[in-house]
Structure formats: C-alpha cells, structure tokens
C-alpha cells in the first residue's frame, strides 16, 4: 500500500512539509521498483536518493529547529544520526543483494551490522541478506521515515507555528 500525505502530517512549515511528501514518494518508487523484480538499477538509484536526501533534509530540519530555538534539538539531532546510520547499514547491504553477491558465502562481506527494527530477528542483527529480504528491509526503512515524520517532527509543529514568519 502506497504511503499517501495528508494534511495531519504537516508540521506548519512549508521547507519540511516539501520535503516529507518527497520521501514518501521516494519509499513509494522503491517498493514499487520491488514489486517488479527486474528494475534492480531504479531500487539502487532511488535508494542512493533516498539516503542522499534524507540527509539533506534532516540538515534543514536542523537548521530549522535552531533558527526557532527547539528545546528537542539535541535529541532530535541524535534521531536524525541513528537513522543515518540504520539506512547507510540498508543500503550496504542491499547493494550487495542486487549486486548479485551472497553474503552468506563470501568471506569478504561479513555483515553483521545491527539494526533497529520489528521487522528483524530477536537480536537485531541481520546475519546474511538474500533478495527476499528486500522487502522487509524497505518496510524498515518506511518506518523508521513515517514514525519519524508523524511521530518526533509532530513535536516541533507548535514551535514552528509561532515563529514562522521568522522563517520565511
């Protein structure tokens, strides 16, 4: 199921709220991409933008929640970091599985990097990656993005209304 905007997801600021509806359209593709089988390269290339984005967008945010003196800055900053680090985690991993790689027989690739996630094992750890795990990988990636976006973004929606004049 397609991930859909919708007005309760805006957080009152038109730079962020842009941005969201970006990367659900870019999960959207991704998934979409999977559903197919055959389009490895479009998976690779809207990952590759995907993270890229995420990235630059978490910047703003940042940028944003100290222009409005944000009293969740920090933490949210340390969100941003940890989700950083579980997608360039994904993304090593599914480069590999579209490359046409088995970690599971290559000694060159020992992957053990953790992850956060329902979708995982007890352990959170990922110890060999195959392209059915593809699936329920970007479902990680769909919600570690949305709770972010409608959960811990949600909290700055009050700060962004009374200052946004300042951000224009």
Not at 28 to 36: G, P, Q, R, V, Y
Not at 130 to 140: C, N, S
Request: hydrophobic share 35%; net charge negative.
């Amino acid at each position: 199921m397609s991930l859909i905007w919708r007005e309760q997801m805006s957080v009152a600021n038109t730079l962020i709220d842009t941005e969201h509806k970006y990367l659900l359209e870019q999960i959207n593709h991704i998934e979409e991409a999977i559903k197919t089988k055959e389009n490895h390269d479009i998976i690779v290339e809207t990952l590759d933008n995907l993270v890229n984005y995420t990235k630059t967008h978490f910047e703003h945010e940042e940028i944003i929640q100290y222009k409005i003196n944000y009293p969740g800055h920090v933490e949210h900053k340390l969100e941003h970091k940890e989700i950083m680090k579980n997608l360039y985690a994904i993304k090593e991993k599914l480069d590999i599985v579209l490359a046409g790689e088995n970690p599971k027989n290559s000694s060159d690739h020992e992957l053990n990097i953790e992850i956060d996630g329902n979708e995982l094992e007890d352990d959170h750890e990922i110890h060999s990656v195959t392209k059915d795990d593809l699936g329920p990988l970007i479902r990680l990636i769909r919600s570690w993005v949305v709770e972010h976006v409608i959960g811990r973004d949600m909290d700055m929606k009050p700060y962004l209304i009374k200052r946004s004049m300042d951000l224009e």
